[in-house]
């Protein structure tokens, strides 16, 4: 009878919370009708005196950080934890407007009227990679129907990614189920999958937030070297390993939401 009453109430509890997390995304997401043209994008990516706070935190996470990054550039970002690394980079995707200055993509002010249109260029890889129970070639070809999805295009991705080798031993292969968040895959399995989903946009440009860390130092060098062979992609890399940045035209470092070195 406890267990029957404790799983009760957790049910009751757990329902209260879900009904508020759904009101609350009713009340402040608006999904377009349709999707947005991709900004034109040919210059540079640039940040003018730029401050950003988390809502509901006390302090600026970044402090007057002024930032060109040109098109088709490589610039690697390191620094302490908490140091601003990732926040730099939600600024840039536009997932964090800052409460001072400026995000500037060719010189256009980046708001709420164009913010949309700017992240159609960006495909983003993060440490922690979101796999949904589907085959593989839906994973890599995430949101696109499967009536629509270029096979070959899947295929090229994941060779760039270094997964294709091992998609081909698997009896089904691209059509292989990983499981409910990817469980019939390892760590560094999942996050080349992830890298695969992001070469799979083709977008011009390619943020990658330790996207690296779960694999073994041989194969993140022969997916880094894939990555650095692509042309015009504008890369924003955030990596602990200093071999993962070798290639970069400059590094930045932070510290306390600031750049406290800017080489190149």
Known sequence: MQQIYYSW????GYQAILNDVVTALYQQVECPKEISAPLPFAQSIALQHVRARYPGAAQDVLQDITLQIPKGSTTGFIGTTGSGKSTLLDVIMGLLPPIQGQLLVDGV???????????????????????SDTSIEEN????????????ERVQRAAQQAQIHPFIETLPKGYQTWVGERGVRLSGGQRQRIGIARAL????????LDEATSALDEETEK???ESINALRDVTLLIIAHRLSTLERCDRIIKLADGQITRHNG
Request: charged share 10%; glycine share 2%; aromatic share 10%.
């Open 109 to 131: 002010a980046i708001d709420s009227t164009n913010i949309r249109a700017w992240q159609q260029n960006i495909a983003h890889v993060s440490q922690s990679i979101f796999l």
């Open 9 to 12: 109430t957790r049910v009751v």
């Open 222 to 224: 022969a997916v880094m």
């Open 200 to 207: 799979y946009k083709q977008a011009p440009v390619l943020v």
């Open 140 to 151: 890599i070809a995430f949101g696109v129907p499967a009536n629509k999805i270029d096979f």
